[in-house]
């Protein structure tokens, strides 16, 4: 009897204190925790029981005990029951017990807990003697005999029943009464008088009555009216329930397997439903199935379903799959056997068609979610049902136009529910009823159509304004409501119809006038959620993809139309199941885009529609990477789906809204992987391609009118287009997407490299960027083609709103706005010309500028605000403005285009006619066409050639206010480039060519302050930079760009009559840059033919230069893009045999290298060079390109400037001088020699023309010497001129390049340099004479090396420092200056034109060409040539910055002069000399190069320290190695000073300046840079005491 101690023994000591508590706390825990579980009633039973047990025991008094369960009882409800548990084991226990106290213990506890427990429940529970004991009953003995009785009365007694009495003729006379005629005026009151005097009568059993009188009823259903009243009078005599269980007993009956319950029984049932006669709940219990075996089924069905799906998806071989159908048709035939009957569906069916619609809902509500209506009579009884409701409305506004329908006849019933007469009833019960009836709607195509007819009716009134605000609160959740009908109802039961495509159409009629994000929604659920919803669904779109993937096996282009049909057929249904597994199977396998597009032309509306959902829910699927696994290209997936796009947009009539807008939401998001949609979708549908790889025919094409691009700029013929692209257009612009989609593509470009390139490969990044870029100018194109005015000019805002605003890059928001200019003008110049019917062709042209002027007016203001102030100080608005405006159609008309293309229609033509088979009326047609062809391409162009000759006028009067040049020419021509040229000469291919063109115009238009030369220049002049910040498109149109500026170049270059017609006085080929206002230089001031070819050859040079270094570094980007620059400027470059070699050795080297690394490369590496090859021919060897030894090199120094050309060019540092001589530096290494003695020029000049800009192609050359000019000429035109008289002591004009090109120098030079240089190591053994006539040299050169300035290139460095110490030093130079003069006879002094050097060649000129031989031996692979050049020119240049920085003191003149003569003198014999030598070693070079390799490092070796010796190259070399600063230069130059030591010292530094060059040569032309930005420094020193030496050559002359 001891208990587990679930109450401890210290609750019951500290029972008042903790104990109470605790034991409440107890009990409230295990009666919340565990109330339904078995456990936690016995846990609650342990609890009171021990407690009850220690008031047995004595330990607790019974009234705390019954104090705590008085609390306890109100715990749970079965409490007392608990309760009267425990005492009935006590009082068994106790009873047992022999100690009394503990039975009275248990009795008076008992008695304290009475008030807790009934009676009754105690009575039925303790024992007879207790209850005596607790006096809750007198005898024990009585209350058992009672509790017998009580049972054998129960359990044992027979009823007796009153059959025996009743008499048959009583019932007889029931039914006779029942079934008279009731048409008369029988009431059911009187019948009910009858019926119980019947009863009474012959003593009936009343419930067999009624019985009966159901019978009849069932029989009579015509009268209800009669029936309904009698038996609710009746029922005022029965229990109430008696009219429940009799219909209940009836149900029973038919419940056996084979019982079948009559419909008659269902129809009484519903009727007393109805009438709540009887209530559903209590009839519910008596029919079967139970609600549980319902739900089985229901649960069966769904297993069925998906085991069904499973089989369908699973691959099954042949051989099994006829087993399998065999075992499925067992199975079907299993299935046949008749389910048992549902008496619950049958009572539903009932009800619905009394039209009981609420019984009938809390029956359904009892079921499975459409189970009751996925049984076919249930459905229909519905759908009767809503039918009838919905009746009136449907008459009044749904009937289409001209039909007559059916009217369906109300219910008779007065309870049925309400008619609705307006849209606000269909919401009480019609769309209630539709949401029970589901998927099952299909079973009624009627009302399916009258459903979404009212839904029609609904959006017109919905759509329409005219109603008030509580009017249009109804409306929107009516129109909710009709959307929740469309998700759940409509849709589901299309998918069950059988290929219905007038349903289909009927839904689009009420589904086109959602906005597409409703439509999109509802097909997203309809395709993701509803299929899944009911059985039957998940069975059919099992089927469907079976049947796709039957159809999609079998599709090619054969049998497109047979395999459309039945994809048509397929897609009625279920569109959204089969267009998943299409565009599935499209993006595997992209030869099927064009069979599945053709054969999609059987698809109703609302398929197309439910196609672009599919298409956009496809492109948008997370689970799919945008790029291949290598992530440099986009996916396969992604190109097919966006060709597929393209194309079925095209062909049908699918809205675009949807698509479009979802790629102006990705490029909000910064992703522009989906812009390939959009590029395939105009090109496909506006017919405006984007190709980089169009012909020069082609882009000829597209520079002209509207036919022409049609006709002849695209690779497909494009025909149609017209529909498609006003389908695009209307989209656009109904959606307000055209602006937005420019602006996002414009800034994605950038957003492409610093948003999404973050971590993406460099060559993905690329490809986006270009992606963007073309479908920017795409679009653009179709917008300005097919917008109207009106459309264009209100949608883009002006220009300086768009960049400063809208954040867009100039030259997009140029590209955007230029079709609006013209548009503009046109309007502007139709209405003048409306206004004044004058035909003059002048008064045209004046209109025509009016209207460009009122125009443009607002753009030139608003562009200021584009650029800082200080742009506009050299390039004026209305410039900037003209070049970003015009196009290539205002500058040329391309007649040959033109003409080639009526050729074409001609050949055509002549075709057709000679075509016999053709019939004639064909023929006609076709040439009816061919012939409006042409007259409208002759119209075209005729328009166009007026319209040309219109511009260019505008152009002429504007010209002379274009360029202010208010600081300098160079700083002008840097900003044109920088802000108009660059940028859009890589925005399209046609840009490219245009740019080309306007630069050709603006020198043709002879337009102020422009240099032709220098603008070229800067072209050619370092491409590297330009060319390594490309994308690969860009590549293709800088290249582009290159091949048309070359083209110009060219013809000047073939043919003196040319040049001298097209350049020969034009202000852009002047050489002086004089100040602005005295541009109108005599003719000696222009570059002639000659020099010119020279300076042409440089920019070959140069270009030669810049691909062999983009070439050898490695880096994918550089390569790929100066191979596509290269192919490109095929045409007119390489045009030198040894530069054409150059180029194909580095090629072929990239082709070795790429073949296995970088197969792109190495296609286009292999492309290029088999190009290159063909080209072979055409190549000339340099002396052909230009002459090279000009007489200048033989005249007297005295008459040098007097060669061609160059007869007394102005000491302003001549452009050509410095370019020509440039080139002319770099084609021999005889060349070179001569230059390098010039050296002294050099430097003055260099003074002067410091660099001074960089440009924005990284060629600071050439312009800042120009802008030094320009200051000095602004200090004084004299002044300069006496500065170089005193300064060049021998300058000759590659000084001049070398203060021009300062930077750039170095780099080209290396290029030509090192070619020359390795020709002249193949050539060179040399002669003993030539060892004689260096050590002669070394002899003299030490006489002379206290006296003159040395006049070596490498001796620059060592002359300053001696000018610095001795001044007699800088008298020689005047001298020296001086004689030069005196010999001229007073010419200007300069050098400017010849190209060689007149001054004697000195022995460094020697060494010099021994170092080029040198590095020439140590690097003779081209890969190292660049790095010779580098050496050399920086060596030209830190010796200029040592001799600026150093040569300002001032000294008499007169002594000058004399050092001067003296020196020229001498020095003049020497060149003499060594140039008849030159002449013989350069033939025998040129016989013996094959023995040369080995001979000429001894050679040189001896000769370098004989020239050492005597010469300061030595002095200057190491400044050459790009890490020696000039300081250490001049200190060596101290040092080298002392002539004992110098040849040593030479040589070990020459050695090192060898190995460094080697490996310093990408160093270098950052060094370059430094070193110009060095010399700028030192130039603002030296000004002051430049000043001195004009005045002082002024004299002189």
């Known amino acids: 009897m001891a208990a587990t101690a679930a109450l401890p023994a210290e609750w019951i000591k500290n029972w008042e204190k903790a104990g109470k508590s605790e034991f409440l706390q107890l009990c409230r825990t295990l009666s919340e925790n565990k109330s339904h579980d078995n456990m936690g009633f016995r846990d609650i039973q342990q609890a009171l029981y021990e407690l009850a047990y220690h008031v047995v025991r004595g330990n607790l008094k019974h009234d705390q005990a019954s104090n705590v369960l008085g609390d306890v009882i109100e715990f749970r409800e079965d409490m007392p029951s608990i309760l009267a548990d425990v005492f009935c084991i006590l009082d068994i226990e106790t009873s047992c017990l022999e100690e009394k106290s503990k039975r009275d213990h248990f009795t008076q506890l008992v008695l304290a807990c009475l008030y807790l427990v009934s009676d009754t429940v105690l009575k039925e529970r303790l024992d007879p003697e207790t209850l005596e004991s607790l006096g809750l009953i007198k005898q024990s003995q009585q209350f058992n005999q009672k509790s017998v009785k009580i049972k054998t009365k129960l359990f044992y007694k027979q009823q007796k029943f009153n059959l025996l009495r009743e008499e048959n003729e009583g019932y007889a006379k029931l039914i006779a009464e029942l079934g008279q005629d009731l048409s008369g005026n029988i009431t059911s009151d009187l019948i009910l008088e009858n019926i119980k005097s019947l009863i009474g009568c012959f003593n009936l059993d009343p419930n067999r009555v009624l019985d009966i009188i159901l019978e009849v009823y069932e029989c009579r259903p015509e009268y209800d009216d009669f029936f309904v009243p009698l038996i609710e009078s009746y029922m005022y005599m029965c229990e109430p329930q008696t009219l429940c269980h009799i219909l209940g007993f009836k149900f029973k009956f038919y419940q056996d397997p084979s019982g079948e319950t009559p419909s008659s029984l269902y129809r009484v049932a519903a009727v007393l439903l109805q009438h709540n006669l009887i209530d559903l709940e209590d009839l519910y219990v008596h029919l079967l199935p139970g609600d549980n075996a319902i739900i089985e089924e229901h649960k069966r069905e769904i297993v069925e379903a998906k085991q069904i799906v499973r089989k369908l998806t699973m691959v099954v071989l042949s051989s099994e799959k006829t087993e399998e159908k065999e075992k499925e048709k067992e199975k079907e035939e299993e299935k046949t056997e008749k389910p048992p009957d549902n008496q619950k569906l049958g009572l539903l069916e009932a009800l619905l068609k009394i039209g009981d619609w609420q019984h009938a809902q809390s029956i359904m509500d009892q079921m499975p979610p459409f189970y009751a209506t996925s049984h076919k009579p249930i459905a229909i009884a519905l759908c009767q049902l809503v039918h009838v409701t919905i009746e009136p409305l449907y008459r009044r506004v749904g009937v289409p136009k001209g039909a007559k329908g059916s009217p369906i006849p109300s219910l008779p019933n007065k309870r049925a529910p309400k008619q609705a007469d307006s849209f606000e009833d269909l919401r009480k019960e019609v769309f209630n009823m539709l949401c029970y009836l589901g998927p099952h709607l299909s079973h009624d195509p009627i009302l399916f159509a009258k459903v979404v007819r009212l839904g029609k009716a609904f959006m017109k009134e919905f759509q329409s304004d005219g109603s008030k605000q509580e009017d249009k609160e109804k409306m929107e959740i009516l129109f909710s409501c009709l959307l929740s009908i469309t998700d759940q109802v409509l849709l589901p039961s299309l998918s069950l119809m059988d290929c219905n495509a007038c349903m289909s159409e009927e839904l689009w009629g009420m589904f086109k006038t959602f906005p597409y994000q409703y439509r999109y929604r509802l097909y997203g659920q309809w395709k993701n959620e509803t299929y899944n919803s009911h059985p039957l669904l998940v069975k059919v779109k099992a089927q469907t993809i079976d049947r796709a993937k039957y159809i999609m096996k079998r599709l090619t282009k054969e049998n497109v139309k047979p395999s459309g049909r039945q994809i048509g057929k397929l897609s009625h249904s279920n569109p959204t199941i089969l267009f998943d597994y299409i565009l599935s199977q499209i993006q595997k396998y992209d030869n099927l885009i064009t069979p599945v597009v053709d054969s999609l032309k059987y698809l109703t509306s609302l398929n197309y529609d439910v196609l672009a959902y599919c298409i956009i829910e496809a492109l948008a699927n997370p689970e799919k990477e945008r790029m291949k696994h290598d992530d440099t290209t986009i996916s396969s997936w992604l190109q097919s789906l966006a060709s597929f796009c393209g194309a079925v947009f095209r062909k049908y009539p699918i809205e675009l809204a949807g698509l479009l807008q979802y790629v102006a939401n990705q490029l909000k998001a910064g992703k522009s992987f989906d812009l390939l949609i959009l590029k395939e979708v105009v090109q496909k549908m506006a017919g405006i391609e984007i190709t980089e790889e169009m012909t020069m025919e082609q882009l000829e094409a597209m520079t002209g009118g509207e036919q022409l691009k049609a006709e002849g700029g695209y690779f497909g013929q494009i025909r149609n287009t017209k529909k498609s692209s006003q389908r695009l257009k209307d989209a656009l612009l109904d959606h307000d997407l055209a602006l937005p989609l420019c602006l996002l593509m414009a800034q994605q470009r950038n957003g492409v490299i610093f948003q999404e390139g973050g971590e993406k490969h460099l060559k993905l990044v690329g490809k986006l960027y270009d992606q963007c870029h073309d479908t920017l100018v795409q679009f653009g194109g179709f917008l300005a083609s097919n917008l109207s005015t009106e459309d264009y000019i209100k949608r883009v805002p002006s220009i300086d709103v768009l960049c400063n605003e809208f954040h867009t890059p100039h030259d997009a928001a140029f590209f955007l706005s230029r079709p609006m200019y013209a548009h503009h003008i046109s309007s502007k110049y139709d209405e003048l010309k409306k206004a004044e019917k004058g035909n003059k062709q002048q008064h045209k042209v004046h209109k025509y500028i009016t209207s460009c002027e009122l125009v443009m007016a607002p753009v030139h203001d608003a562009v200021i605000s584009l650029h800082l102030p200080k742009v506009w100080d050299d390039i004026s608005p209305q410039f900037y403005a003209t070049f970003w405006s015009l196009t290539m159609y205002d500058l040329a008309v391309p007649h040959s285009s033109y003409d080639r293309e009526v050729n074409k229609l001609k050949v055509q033509m002549k075709a057709i006619d000679d075509n016999q088979e053709m019939p004639p009326n064909k023929k006609k047609k076709e040439k009816e066409r061919c012939t409006a062809l042409q007259d409208k391409l002759l119209e075209e162009e005729k328009k166009q050639l007026e319209h040309v000759q219109r511009v260019l006028q505008r152009l002429k009067l504007e010209k002379d206010n274009w360029l202010l040049a208010k600081s300098t020419k160079n700083e002008t021509i840097t900003k044109f480039l920088q802000l108009c040229i660059f940028p859009r000469c890589i925005f399209s291919a046609i840009d490219a060519v245009y740019c080309a063109h306007f630069v050709e115009l603006v020198h043709q238009q002879k337009t102020p302050n422009f240099s032709t030369l220098l603008c070229y220049d800067r072209v050619f002049s370092d491409i590297i930079y330009t060319v390594a910040s490309c994308t690969e498109n860009e590549a293709s149109r800088y290249g582009r760009f290159l091949c048309c500026m070359l083209e110009t170049v060219t013809r000047w270059h073939s043919d003196r009559v040319i040049y001298e017609k097209e350049c020969g006085n034009y202000p852009g080929f002047l050489t002086i840059l004089r100040a602005t206002g005295f541009d109108g230089g005599n003719k000696a001031d222009q570059l002639d033919y000659e020099n010119f070819r020279h300076v042409v050859h440089k920019w070959h040079y140069k270009l030669t230069k810049a691909s062999v270094h983009c070439l050898e570094t490695g880096e994918y980007t550089h390569i790929r893009n100066i191979l596509i620059v290269l192919t490109k400027i095929l045409p007119w470059y390489p045009k030198v045999l040894n530069l054409g070699q150059a180029l194909e050795r580095r090629v072929h080297k990239i082709c070795q290298e790429e073949k296995e690394k970088r197969p792109d490369l190495y296609a286009l590496a292999m492309g290029y060079s088999g190009q290159l090859k063909s080209r072979k021919p055409y190549m000339v060897p340099e002396n052909e390109f230009h002459h090279k030894d000009p007489p200048a090199r033989n005249a007297v120094a005295a008459t040098v400037q007097n060669g061609p050309g160059g007869a007394g060019m102005p000491t302003s540092l001549s452009i050509n001088t410095a370019k020509l001589e440039e080139s ?159 010999a001229k006879g007073g010419e200007k002094m300069p050098v400017a034109g010849s190209l060689k050097s007149p001054v004697p060649r000195s022995e460094t000129s020697e060494s010099e060409r021994e170092q080029k031989r040198r590095k020439v031996d140590t690097h003779s692979s081209p890969s190292h040539s660049s790095t010779v050049k580098d050496n050399l020119s920086e060596l030209k240049d830190s010796s200029a910055k040592h001799y600026i920085n150093h040569t300002t003191p001032t000294l008499s003149k007169s002594k000058e002069r004399e050092v001067d003569k003296k020196d020229l003198d001498k020095s003049r014999e020497r060149s003499r000399e060594r140039e008849k030598k030159d002449e013989k070693d350069r033939k025998d070079r040129k016989r013996d190069h094959s023995n040369s390799d080995r001979e000429v490092p001894q050679d040189s070796t001896k000769r370098r320290k004989e020239e050492n010796g005597t010469t300061g190259s030595s002095k200057h070399s190491k400044s050459e190695s790009p890490s020696d600063s000039p300081r250490s230069n001049e200190k060596e130059k101290e040092k080298n000073k002392s002539k004992s030591s110098g040849k040593e010292k030479g040589d070990s530094i020459k050695a090192e300046k060898l190995e460094k060059s080697s490996s310093g040569s990408k160093k270098e032309s950052r060094h370059d840079k430094e070193k110009t930005e060095k010399k700028e420094k030192r130039d603002s020193t030296g000004g002051k005491e430049e000043k001195k030496h004009h005045k002082s050559s002024d004299k002189h002359r």
């Open 1224 to 1382: 002319t530096a770099e084609e021999t290494a005889d060349k070179l020699k001569e230059k390098s003695q010039g050296a002294v020029k050099v430097i003055n000049k260099a003074v002067n023309a410091t660099p001074k800009v960089t440009t924005s192609n990284g060629n600071s050359a050439s312009n800042s010497k120009i802008i030094k000019e320009k200051d000095d000429k602004e200090k004084g035109g004299k002044e300069k001129d006496k500065e170089k008289k005193e300064k060049t002591p021998a300058a000759t004009p590659e000084t001049k390049a070398l203060g021009k090109d300062g930077k750039d120098k170095p780099k080209e030079e290396r290029a030509n340099k090192d070619d020359k240089a390795r020709e002249i190591k193949e050539k060179t053994p040399k002669s003993d004479k030539e060892k004689e006539k260096a050590k002669k040299e070394e002899k003299t050169s030490k006489e002379e090396k206290m006296k003159t300035v040395v006049t070596n290139v490498d001796s620059k460095s060592a002359a300053e420092k001696e000018r610095e110490k001795e001044p007699s030093r800088e008298r020689d130079v005047a001298k020296d200056m001086k004689s030069k003069e005196n």
